[in-house]
């Protein structure tokens, strides 16, 4: 039986966060969510409601309307689909380079296997969670690729230091939450206190709702 999805939508947008920001990419939005992020802006993606069901292959299909390379599996949280290292692979191997977005709580041996099949062809972004005490699975930290932490009233320096000793490593980037100028003048001053540290941190706002994309 062929793998099924539960899929929120799958559209063609530029890139507006991270390292990517600019991109044409492709985006397969999985429903389903185990966090409740108050400042969440993609509720829809797990309410139950708003999701259809697709083969692995009418996905496939979707993506290859677009002439970009770049997909990107995000959510909700993606890894929470089950089957979801299968369509790790499909993308991969339909010759697509792989971003995909997590709150970094969720993994296991299946997506583990999934990701050491594709490597290097993968982005894995991990933007940590206030509601789990900005945690990741343990498991995880390893395959991770850029570390994205959204500035609220409630995160600080302390919480970011978590995983200090990778920064030197992979990139960190302090997203203003909303782009609310109090947000993005935290950013700043916490990228000022992470410099003295010797970590480098890129600012980088939310750049689609700049242009009107969401």
């Known amino acids: ?31 389903g969510c185990n966090l409740r992020c108050e400042w ?8 139950g409601k708003t999701f259809k069901q ?6 496939i299909e979707e993506i290859k309307k677009y002439r970009t390379k770049r997909v990107c599996i995000t959510g909700g949280e993606p890894l929470l ?13 339909e010759g697509y380079y792989l971003i995909i977005e997590t709150n970094g709580t969720v993994f296991n041996n299946r997506v583990e296997e999934a990701l050491k099949s594709v490597y290097p062809n993968f982005y894995l972004v991990v933007s940590p969670k206030p509601e789990v005490k900005y945690n990741i699975n343990q498991s995880l930290l390893k395959y991770i690729n850029e570390f994205k932490f959204v500035v609220d009233e409630y995160i600080t320096l302390k919480d970011i230091l978590k995983y200090e000793s990778l920064y030197k490593l992979k990139p960190l980037i302090l997203q203003p939450e909303r782009n609310k100028k109090e947000f993005i003048k935290k950013a700043l001053k916490l990228q000022e206190e992470l410099l003295k540290k010797d970590i480098e941190a890129r600012v980088i706002p939310q750049c689609q709702k700049f242009m009107g994309l969401m």
């Open 54 to 59: 697709l083969s692995l292959k009418k996905i």
């Open 81 to 93: 689909t089950k089957n979801v290292d299968t369509l790790i692979k499909a993308v991969v191997k």
């Open 40 to 47: 969440c802006d993609t509720t829809y993606s797990y309410d």
């Open 1 to 31: 039986m062929e793998d099924i999805f539960n899929i929120v939508e799958i559209f063609y947008s530029v890139e507006g966060e991270g390292s990517f920001v600019g991109y044409p990419t492709v985006f397969v939005r999985l429903e």
